[in-house]
């Protein structure tokens, strides 16, 4: 996992790149937190990539 700190607005967003599955349970997604708290940044962009399928769930009208 490479963690790429840039900027949008003014802010520091943490720009999370794997080619792999990272976040598989919750307390996958609190270790990647704690890993870009600690660059300041409040905010995360990842893609669906990273997450287990079935990871999120969607709600359908």
Avoid at 6 to 35: M, P
């Amino acid at each position: 996992m490479d963690i790429e700190i840039i900027s949008l607005n003014g802010k520091k967003v943490a720009l999370l790149k794997s080619n792999q599955v990272l976040i598989r349970e919750t307390q996958d997604t609190l270790d990647i937190l704690a890993d870009t708290a600690f660059y300041d940044c409040r905010k995360i962009i990842i893609s669906m990539n990273t997450l287990l399928p079935g990871f999120l769930i969607f709600e359908q009208e």
